[in-house]
């Protein structure tokens, strides 16, 4: 089965149904599309209304039925296996980088949320939180279809938010998490948890993976490997993904010195900054917010 990422998958999509490549929202119409590809690199949010769907997240079967919702993050694989005949489903799929841009600044939903999501990201709403969630989604749908409206693209933005902040408010509201059973847990889940949870907590400060080995109590070795069959990536290109994406964020306020971002994120001098910036985007960060 081939695997796509997010820009892959845009080629896919009806231009009715995305934003550029930042954006798309499928619906069961599309489960076939969905049905060919292994997915990774794209931050999926899928919400079943009624029937039943099998996927297959990072090598483990899951079943979602009515009220299942999976939100899997970038480094994760995700492909459908099979579909009943009355499945009815919306998936948004996006990178986060876009949620980080429309939300700005702002993280709906409970604290440790995106680590419980490394390891069950899926969870059983309540049938009022579903309806909720559906209806906002609708409303994404309707205003991705209006080709002609002149303000399409700002109006999914807006509408996008609103689902964000009615997901995070529901979570919190309703503690609904997912559910973690100890018992079925490997180790390998449990310290991609704690190494993205101690990611998330210091990349700004911590670039170097052996900070995080000596914290997870475990070899550069160990942790590289697990990381590596778990996201695809090396702990070395995790954080620095994180490293990237606040770093694109802060270029975008045109009012801070680009050494100042550099400052912020730690960096011995704008020089390494810049270095650091280059090998990733093929420009320099003052080139690049020259370019947006």
């Known amino acids: 089965m081939k695997t796509l990422n997010m820009q892959q998958l845009c080629s896919f999509a009806q231009d009715k149904q995305k934003i550029e490549t930042k954006f ?101 709403l309540s049938a009022n939180a579903t309806a909720r969630l559906f209806k906002q989604m609708r409303i994404i749908d309707d205003a991705l279809s209006d080709m002609n409206h002149s303000y399409r693209t700002e109006m999914v933005r807006t509408y996008f ?48 993976v052996t900070f995080y080995a000596k914290e997870l109590c475990v070899s550069t070795k160990h942790l590289a490997r697990v990381v590596k069959s778990c996201t695809g990536k090396t702990p070395h290109e995790v954080i620095d993904a994180e490293v990237l994406g606040l770093a694109i964020q802060l270029l975008k306020d045109e009012e801070m010195m680009v050494q100042h971002v550099a400052d912020i994120l730690h960096f011995s001098d704008q020089a390494a900054f810049s270095k650091f910036f280059r090998k990733y985007i093929g420009m320099s960060p003052s080139g690049y917010r020259k370019q947006i």
Request: contains cysteine; negative net charge; proline residues 3%.
């Open 24 to 124: 798309i929202l499928l619906n069961v119409n599309d489960s076939s599309i969905l049905s060919k590809f292994r997915l990774i690199g794209c931050r999926m949010m899928l919400l079943v209304f009624s029937g039943r769907l099998e996927i297959e997240v990072n090598g483990k079967n899951t079943v979602m039925e009515r009220c299942d919702f999976l939100d899997i993050l970038e480094g994760t694989g995700v492909n459908f296996r099979y579909c009943s005949p009355d499945l009815d489903f919306y998936c948004i799929l996006t990178s986060r980088e876009f949620i980080l841009e429309v939300l700005q600044n702002i993280v709906p939903g409970p604290k440790d949320y995106f680590s419980l999501l490394l390891v069950n990201p899926v969870m059983r």
């Open 161 to 208: 938010k609103g689902f964000a902040l009615e997901l995070g408010d529901l979570l919190i509201r309703e503690q609904h998490l997912p559910v973690l059973d100890q018992h079925t847990l490997t180790k390998k889940d449990t310290l991609m948890a704690r190494f993205m949870d101690l990611v998330w907590k210091n990349f700004r400060e911590q670039r170097e």
